[in-house]
């Protein structure tokens, strides 16, 4: 039993079995809040089973920081306080997988594709895929970057995929690429949280000195 945990956009959590199935799914769209809402979706989700959750899964942005280390301090702390193990997973591979699978159930080849999320700041997160591998998860062919606004066109046009907006990260599918990645004996996902930039507030440096 997977526990799929993101926060990169909005707060998505899900319990999701090892076959994909969905046991059950909370979320919040509100790109904001998610301290606050965090525990209660929590509390939801794993009321509705009884069975053990087996492995934590975590989706690792790219996400503004604020929001997107609250998801990852959650699942940090669940599965230390049940001594499971922590499966990273960049949240743009599970919106890539989901746009694979319906793909699949459709009948419908999406081609080459980049899933595009809101960076703010008139930038867009920008991943670009092509197909599925034998293990069933997403071909990863263009790594994350920012993109202003004005030039999302063209740097589409430069990768020869085709844009798939997403307003949310389904953590579903946090889980379920989590899954497909612990069968196949593999890591997916970064070690390292993939903020979107730096915090605007830092440690302050040195004390400058004051002239009399």
Known sequence: MFLGIDTSLGTAVALVEA????????????PLGHAEVIGDLLVQVLAQTTQPVT?????????PFT???????????????QS????????????????????????????RFAVVTDARRR????????????DGLPVRVEETVLVPRDDLD?????????????????????????????AAGRTV????????????VTAPGARKRVGT
């Open 123 to 134: 930038e867009f997160a920008v991943t670009v895929y092509d197909g599925i591998d034998d």
């Open 55 to 63: 492995h934590v899964a975590v989706g690792m942005g790219p996400g």
């Open 67 to 81: 929001g997107l280390r609250v998801g990852i301090a959650a699942a940090r702390a669940f599965a230390l306080g």
């Open 19 to 30: 076959d994909g199935v969905v046991v059950a799914e909370a979320e919040s769209t509100n």
């Open 154 to 182: 063209a740097a589409l046009e430069r990768s020869g995929a085709r844009p798939v907006e997403a307003g949310a990260v389904p953590a579903s599918f946090i889980a379920l690429v989590a899954a497909r990645a612990v």
């Open 84 to 111: 499971l193990p922590l499966v990273p997973v960049a949240s743009h591979d599970a919106i890539a997988l989901d746009v694979l699978l319906h793909g699949a159930l459709t009948d419908t080849e999406p081609g």
């Open 189 to 200: 996902g970064p070690a390292e949280p993939l903020y979107l930039r730096a915090p605007d």
